[in-house]
Nanobody, 123 residues
């Protein structure tokens, strides 16, 4: 029903910046919260930041003041601007989009994950 296309990962030096993008498409009623998660080797997936449909952001304590999440509702795209990056930010980053769609005359709440993009912070 929903397709997500992530881009923007790569290799960056400590203190550097990267910008991730996630474009959503599909036959749905509306997109709701959009967010970014990450999973480092040997660790559980954790939330990095999310943003409501009205643009209210929330951040994990570990990225506050360094990362900025934003969204373009006209293009159903969510962004994650990552500045002052640290080696501990190294992980696979996943986009998550929550949405509602009509199914058999009922409104259904679902979510979808992106394919993941590798972010490596290393000198």
């Amino acid at each position: 029903q929903v397709q997500l296309v992530e881009s923007g990962g790569g290799l960056v030096q400590p203190g550097g910046s990267l910008r991730l993008s996630c474009a959503a498409s599909g036959s749905i009623d509306r997109f709701n919260d959009m967010g970014w998660y990450r999973q480092a080797p040997g660790k559980q997936r954790e939330v990095v930041a999310d943003i409501t449909s009205r643009g209210s952001p929330n951040y994990a304590d570990s990225v506050k003041g360094r990362f900025t999440i934003s969204r373009d509702n006209a293009n159903n795209t969510v962004y994650l601007q990552m500045d002052s990056m640290k080696t501990e930010d190294t992980a696979v980053y996943y986009c998550n989009v929550k949405y509602t769609r009509w199914a058999q005359m009922r409104l259904v709440f679902e979510d979808c994950w992106g394919q993941g993009t590798q972010v490596t912070v290393s000198s």
